[in-house]
């Protein structure tokens, strides 16, 4: 487990943050953040290329490894080519890392123990996430080349952990037989143990046609693409355009994340009483409005609206378990697929959304933080109206369409 908390702690914590902040302002930043996310995907793959050789210990550490070197690399000096290519190494490398962690539990624990060692890995990954936006956030703009070597290290680090105490296999369990869990650690970041175990196959996106998940994915893709721009971008807004320290971000965000990490059994009792298009829903409605109240203060005089605009940031972090948990949810039940090819559909999805949002967002954002809010706006209102296509809304109690 100490693996995974370095893991979470780098990847979910310090590269969602450093990335953008040391690339040049504008689409340089988005570029290079959407190079990290887009490595996401190749991810599954990797995973099924150890499940079929039995090597999970071996990509582990390999993945870790390769995210250590890339970090290291990254922190030298160069253009947007080599800095696109080393955070996609970056990525590849964690996700690989993190592809494998749900068959060190599954293929060695009895499934009486699933859960619990399941809610234990995503506790150290969210923990180690918490620790990260602190660390990124004390080192800030002026110390970003250490905060790249210290990422760096403390992945390279972890690599004799895992060659010396990774648990070798016991049984052989195939991953759709895996239940599919919630996503955890918000919108910036885009892969996770959910988020790069099942892979999409071409069965499934020839089915998309026919399906009514198409409709959810738009919708998906719609607004992750958007709040991702907003998560991604939004330390680098507080630092270079309110002149904030990013400390004051980072903190907001880590408050988000923490607070969102409480909800999780609460949102998925909703899911169930309420149905997950409801849930859906009223996640999406509630990050509607407080973005709007972010446009609203981006109006205003800077220095007085930096507090609300963190507390308005954070909120929407602690929304994020109902859009998690509903988007799960919806996933498996509106596609005739397996659950394990829908819900890969939907890891795609998230992986692509959040390349676009990172490109989109480094443009949006060097014509102005109220331009992005106000784009993040409009696309979570155009996400909560196909949400409300009859496709997509489900009977909380059948789990049919009306």
């Known amino acids: 487990m100490v693996c995974y908390v370095l893991v979470g702690l780098v990847q979910s914590g310090m590269v969602p943050v450093i990335l953008p902040l040391a690339a040049r302002p504008g689409p340089t930043a988005g570029l290079t953040y959407a190079a990290f996310a887009a490595a996401g995907i190749a991810a599954p793959f990797v995973g099924a290329w150890s499940d079929w050789h039995r090597k999970h210990r071996l990509t582990l550490a390999c993945g870790l490894g390769l995210a250590g070197i890339a970090l290291l690399a990254h922190a030298l000096p160069g253009g947007i080519a080599q800095h696109m290519a080393s955070a996609a190494l970056v990525g590849l ?66 690599v004799p952990l895992a060659l010396a105490f990774a648990p070798d296999p016991v049984t052989k369990v195939a991953r759709p037989d895996v239940v599919s869990r919630p996503a955890r650690g918000g919108d910036a970041v885009p892969m996770g143990p959910q988020r790069s175990f099942y892979w999409v196959t071409w069965r499934a996106l020839a089915g998309l046609g026919h399906s009514r998940l198409a409709w959810f994915l738009v919708a998906w893709l719609i607004s992750y693409t958007a709040t991702n721009a907003l998560s991604v971008m939004f330390a680098v807004a507080m630092v270079r355009d ?68 963190l507390v308005c940031f954070g909120a929407t972090q ?32 998230t992986a692509l959304a959040a390349s676009i949002g990172g490109i989109l967002g480094g443009i949006l954002l060097r014509i102005g933080f109220g331009w992005l809010c106000a784009a993040v706006l409009c696309a979570l209102l155009l996400s909560l109206l196909l949400a409300w296509h009859p496709r997509v809304r489900l009977d909380p109690a059948s789990g049919v369409t009306r």
């Open 242 to 309: 309110y002149h904030a320290p990013a400390t004051l971000p980072t903190t907001a965000y880590a408050i988000g994340v923490g607070g969102s990490l409480l909800l999780y059994h609460t949102v998925a009792a909703w899911d169930a009483r309420f149905g997950p298009w409801r849930v859906l829903s009223a996640g999406l409605g509630m990050r509607a409005l407080v973005v709007a109240l972010m446009v609203a203060l981006t109006a205003l005089d800077v220095s007085a609206t930096v507090l609300p605009i």
């Open 93 to 158: 490398g964690v996700s690989s890392a993190v592809t494998v962690s749900l068959m060190f539990i599954v293929e060695v624990e009895p499934k009486a123990r699933w859960d619990q060692r399941i809610g234990m890995l995503q506790a150290c990954i969210g923990g180690g996430q918490l620790v990260g936006l602190v660390i990124a956030g004390l080192l800030g703009l002026r110390h970003i080349g250490e905060a790249f070597l210290l990422g760096g290290v403390l992945l390279l680090l972890a």
């Open 318 to 349: 602690v929304i994020w378990p109902l859009l998690s948990v509903a988007s799960n949810t919806l996933a498996v039940t509106l596609s005739p697929a397996s659950r394990a090819e829908s819900v890969g559909l939907l890891n795609a999805t």
